[in-house]
């Protein structure tokens, strides 16, 4: 067992409760991808699996060992990459990676290997020779991630991994990461980008309100959970709403409707979708609403988060917050 975690419990000094009870294992060889609303629990579920937080109540035990208890003991087989940098502005990236691979006991043809493996793997060769303080954020975020990877360690934990990358170095990462899970570790990767891990991920976890909702594969939480979604969009807003949503529930037994201004979201549990197209339309027609858009949105992971959440990704809990000052970010 790589993580065991038993009623695990945290509260932050504002009486905020992080985690409430939750329990969780992980085998070798898994890439979990972790959801939910800023301020659920995802980050505090990682600390403290990376054991630089202490439970006040519950057990942590990653490969056997109490996390906090023994967490020097385990830095070599665990490396915990949050979302805050420390990187040097005055050295450059290169100088950087091989003082890290230092510190992990690399040196010689195994440090240089190492690092060319990373700078290659991230696509840095272009900046890595370079003084920090001309990086992009993408850039500084590449060498972030490549740091945390100098030890090759047996388990990954990531916290927002793709802030501040570009869509392509995002694509690259996921792909890198994926590759790294095959090659026989555990990655548990934070992310609010749903369709990513629905893509490369094996299995989900989703929180809320410091709980985990949910735990299972990509496609079993999309077959549970999911359903299509039809978008309407009328060219002016939208008026006799009680009547149209009554009309609307007419065209099947169960049907969950979400309305804005000039939009009507109509999620269906089971469907004929060329025919309920047209049910639909005709319902508009009838009252006199002119539709300027409707597309059919498939059914996917993002769908069933937000059955079970409840949620949107990015809705803060009361009481707890992030603050990121630049140049501030440290890392672990």
């Not at 899970?181 to 934070?190: D, F, M, Y």
Request: charged letters at 20%; a neutral charge.
């Amino acid at each position: 067992m790589v993580i065991d975690l038993h009623q695990l419990s945290k509260t932050y000094p504002n009486q905020v409760k992080a985690l409430k009870e939750v329990n969780f294992s992980a085998t070798g060889q898994e890439f979990i991808g972790l959801a939910g609303a800023n301020g659920s629990g995802k980050s505090t579920f990682l600390k403290l699996i990376a054991g630089q937080l202490e439970p006040e109540q519950g057990r942590t035990e990653v490969f056997g060992r109490n996390a906090f208890k023994h967490a020097n003991q385990l830095t070599r087989e665990i490396a915990y990459i949050s979302q805050d940098w420390a990187l040097d502005p005055e050295m450059n990236g290169h100088a950087l990676l091989a003082y890290f691979a230092a510190l992990y006991g690399l040196s010689g043809t195994n440090a240089r290997q190492r690092l060319e493996q990373l700078i290659e793997g991230f696509a840095m060769q272009e900046f890595i020779a370079r003084r920090i303080s001309t990086y992009s954020g993408g850039q500084m975020q590449r060498l972030h991630l490549a740091i945390g990877l100098v030890h090759q360690p047996k388990l990954l934990l990531l916290d927002e991994p793709t802030n501040a990358l570009d869509p392509s170095a995002r694509v690259l990462l996921w792909q890198l990461l994926k590759t790294y899970q095959q090659q026989g570790n555990t990655i548990l990767l934070a992310s609010h980008d749903l369709d990513s891990i629905q893509q490369y991920c094996s299995r989900v976890v989703l929180f809320a309100q410091g709980r985990i909702v949910a735990d299972a594969t990509p496609t079993e939480l999309v077959l549970a959970h999911a359903q299509p979604t039809l978008h309407i969009k009328t060219a002016e807003p939208l008026t006799k709403l009680r009547i149209l949503e009554q009309n609307l529930r007419d065209l099947a037994a169960e049907l969950d409707i979400q309305t804005t201004a000039d939009t009507v979201s109509l999620v269906f549990k089971e469907v004929d979708k060329a025919d309920m197209l047209l049910k639909t339309l005709q319902v508009f027609a009838n009252l006199q609403q002119t539709v300027a858009e409707c597309r059919w949105e498939e059914a996917g992971l993002a769908a069933a988060y937000f059955k079970l959440t409840g949620a949107a990704l990015t809705k803060p809990q009361a009481g707890q917050t992030k603050n990121h000052k630049p140049g501030s970010r440290r890392q672990q």
